[in-house]
């Protein structure tokens, strides 16, 4: 069997607040035909990462309005975390080798998970390249209708990569991916689904955190909110450019000398990269003491960067590559105009100049971050703007319709 993740109950209902009642009805009228549908989420990890972030609340909430819904991880061990983290980096473009022996692992790890997988369900969801060759290793059988959902920027692929997982990927009857793009070439879906992930506003890291208490709480790590903070939440992972982000705050503290940095990233189980880019983010850092490296083992669970997106003047998230942000989109949630990468999903999220800024050089990042610790009020409107973006546009409740909406256009 594969390892099942339990989740907390959580209710439609208590969501009527912040997105209205249509929301709701709309969410109820596409469950109606969907009661007890027998649903599962399959992905490679229970914590850290967007993925393991979004089913923690879509699976409750697919249970509250009636559907079967539960989630399975496969299981994998480094030897196969080392491939399939050197695969979103190739399917994100990066020029790295795919050797046989790396399709080998990979093939062995998905013939071992499909064995495990058991039961009888009306839709199976595969979440990203990890175990994409579910599908083909287990049959059809046990599934009535699978569903491949890609959460990476797949728009400029590595073409080695992409080529090998293509034809694992094609044969699901429907995808779902966060923009139109990165769906690439040599796949076609009887379904096609665009559907941008989202945020729970009210988990403990998106739930509104009174500023005293984040403050309280941030000052807990040695952070001195006197002075100005600009705060980057990521794994530790190349493109999420920590480096730039460090190189661009230097740039600003030869103008404001006292501002401080954090870079706060969760150590996800199936990110084996992680601690050496850690560390190299570490070196890149130095002796400069206002420079605050915290993860999930110095204590930073999900409220606690909560609270650093609360109390941050500046939030920013440097990526080169980004299949969407949630980290993001929780900055913009706080009321933060976040500063953000131009690429991939960010753009749709971070609309230049209102919600935020789009930027492409660790210069242009200094110069909008010293812009708005300069223009604080400007950085408030902004902040408004940007909280209202994401109440309308990315919050769970939105993802929870698309799902429905897709399982029902299956039927
Ligand atoms: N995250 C976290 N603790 C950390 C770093 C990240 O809880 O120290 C969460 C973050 O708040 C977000 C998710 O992990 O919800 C990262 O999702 P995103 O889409 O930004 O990036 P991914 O890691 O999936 O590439």
Known sequence: MLQRVAVEEKYL?????????????????????????????????????????????????????????????????????????????????????????????????????????????????????????????HGRSGGKHWIWRCHIDTSHPNPDYWDFYAPYIDIYEAAVFTMEQYVGPGVEFEHLAIVPPTIDPLSPKNAPIPTEEAQEVVSGFGIDLARPLITQVSRFDPWKDPMGVIDAYRLVKAEISEVQLALVGSMASDDPEGWYFLDKTSRHAGEDDDIHILHNFHGVGGYEVGCFQTASDVVIQKSTREGFGLVVTEGLWKGKPVIGGNVGGIPLQVIDGKTGFLVDTIEACAEKTLYLLQHPDESRIMGEGAHEHVRKNFLITRHLRDYLDLFNKMK
């Open 13 to 137: 209902e208590d969501y009527r607040p912040i997105v209205g009642g249509e929301v709701l009805e709309e969410i109820q009228r596409l469950a109606r035909g969907l009661k007890d549908a027998r649903i599962v989420h399959i992905n490679a990890t229970a914590f850290g990462g967007g993925v393991a972030e979004i089913l923690m609340t879509l699976i409750p909430l697919m249970r509250d309005v009636g559907l079967d819904a539960e989630w399975q991880i496969i299981e994998g061990s480094d030897e196969f975390f080392n491939v399939t983290k050197a695969s979103h980096n190739g399917l994100q473009g990066m020029e790295i080798p795919l050797t046989e022996e790396m399709k080998a692992i990979w093939r062995r790890y998905n013939e071992h998970n499909a064995k495990l997988l058991e039961g009888e369900y009306d839709y199976i969801i595969v979440h990203d390249p990890q175990p994409a060759g579910l599908l083909h290793y």
